[in-house]
């Protein structure tokens, strides 16, 4: 089984909707973190969580926020997705040397 | 402000040939770096982790340098296969961060391995 999961694979939405991605972890790390992959952009931090009652925004934060339900899991939500939210979404854990395993990705697309 | 780059964007070689992917930050004061490897809509793969005191790292065919003095680093991949094709990102930490975890990447070089 993979260390880091990811659901769902693949969402497709209308603009306004609220959606929650899904991240779950099996590797014991504190700190887990939420990115957003866009073509010619790269990879950009959206949120992160240091342990259950540390969460902190990171570079690209607006429209999203970010829930740690226990230390094994961390989802990020739109509250009103948007066209341009229309990106590949990747969770992430790191451990105590910052070496960090991603999760497989969220494609999610807003119409 | 750090920033990552990633020269040259894309490489193509044939099968068996030795190659050198470089990665090029601003900010010298880096906690690590680490080198990813990402195939067409998928995740990132860990390749290597290197820290700051480190100069060099080994993985099979792999193996990472970095010089923190001129701000760069190497991943130099032996013997290519056409498995090896795909997209090779560096990472560092931000500015002014040392063990935060967060992570500032590179475009990324995509490299195809002819057979």
């Known amino acids: 089984d993979a260390d880091v999961t990811q659901t769902p694979r693949n969402r497709i939405t209308k603009t306004g909707k609220r959606i929650m991605l899904e991240c779950s972890q099996t590797k014991g790390h504190d700190r887990m973190y939420w990115y957003r992959q866009d073509p010619g952009l790269g990879l950009r931090l959206i949120y992160y969580s240091f342990d259950v009652k540390d969460i902190n925004k990171g570079e690209i934060s607006d429209g999203y926020s970010v829930s740690r339900q226990a230390q094994a899991k961390f989802s990020l939500s739109l509250e009103s997705a948007i066209p341009n939210q229309t990106a590949l979404y990747f969770c992430a854990t790191s451990d105590r040397h910052n070496e960090q395993f991603f999760g497989p990705g969220t494609r999610l697309t807003v119409l | 402000k750090q920033e990552v780059t990633q020269i040259p964007a894309a490489l193509s070689v044939p099968e068996g040939e030795n190659l050198v992917l470089n990665c090029s930050f601003t900010d010298s004061a880096i906690y690590n770096l680490q080198w990813f490897r990402q195939d067409p809509g998928k995740g990132l793969t860990s390749l290597l982790l290197?820290?700051?005191?480190?100069r060099e790292q080994t993985s099979g065919r792999l193996n990472a340098s970095l010089d923190k003095s001129s701000g760069r680093s190497t991943l130099y991949i032996a013997a290519s296969q056409p498995g090896d094709s795909a997209t090779y990102l560096c990472a560092v930490p931000p500015s002014g961060s040392s063990n935060t975890g967060k992570l500032i990447f590179g475009q990324g070089t995509t490299l195809q391995v002819k057979p």
């Open positions: 290197i820290q700051s005191s480190q």
